[in-house]
């Protein structure tokens, strides 16, 4: 998982509330067995309509999202954080995000930023004005930078941060205890399953 420290990049306004997850990575795109590849298909159904804003040329490339309320309900697919991934995304700011979207987002390395509602209007009415205008999310100083230079300060959970800084998955974090796992183990290790022969 990549470590997330400062990105500063595009940010795309998505001035939409209650974004579900089907409408994140709709459903006919889930039967892939890996975990990439869903990208191309993230906002699918939205992405038919010509203003949509991942169509404009000037939100290429983003790396941040700013949604309005609500982010990620609906169904717990993890294929939802993973679509945001695959195309680019490494921030995703909003006034709330759904419990389980948000979660998964943080087990990839995507970071779910909360901001009050009027912190949240600011930076999708600068990044609607100037559109492909920068914007700086900084889990080190834990602040949010706007294009205009308002710092937008906002809280995290202090092992989920540390997780993102040090770029560390469940995996990395079940590895950092083999030698204790592995002391575990050999200390109940036992011969082969006991069978009794009947007469």
Same mark, same amino acid.
């Given at each position: 998982?990549?470590?997330? /420290? @400062?990105?500063?990049?595009i940010a795309v306004p998505l001035d939409r509330a209650d974004v579900d997850t089907d409408q994140i990575i709709p459903k006919q795109f889930l039967k892939r067995i890996e975990r990439t590849g869903f990208g191309e298909f993230l906002?699918? #159904?939205?992405?038919?309509e010509n203003d949509f804003p991942l169509n404009r040329p000037e939100y290429q490339g983003a790396e941040i999202l700013?949604?309005?309320?609500?982010?990620?309900?609906?169904?717990?697919r993890e294929h939802a954080p993973w679509a945001l991934e695959d195309f680019g995304f490494r921030a995703v700011i909003a006034p709330s995000l759904a #419990?389980?979207?948000? @979660?998964?987002?943080?087990?990839i390395g995507l970071l779910p930023v909360i901001l009050p509602e009027d912190q949240v209007r600011a930076l999708i009415e600068q990044t609607t004005a100037v559109p492909g205008a920068g914007v700086t999310v900084s889990l080190e100083n834990n602040e949010v930078i706007a294009p205009d230079g308002q710092r937008f300060a906002f809280s995290i959970e202090s092992d989920v941060r540390e997780r993102l800084l040090n770029g560390w998955d #469940?995996?990395?974090? @079940?590895?950092?205890q083999d030698d204790l796992i592995s002391s575990y183990e050999s200390s109940r290790e036992r011969q082969?399953?006991? /069978? @009794?022969?009947?007469a």
């Open positions: 998982m990549q470590p997330f /420290t @400062t990105v500063t990049g906002f699918f #159904d939205w992405r038919k700013i949604a309005e309320r609500n982010f990620g309900c609906g169904s717990s #419990d389980i979207f948000r @979660t998964n987002c943080t087990k #469940d995996i990395s974090l @079940t590895m950092a082969g399953p006991v /069978t @009794t022969a009947f």
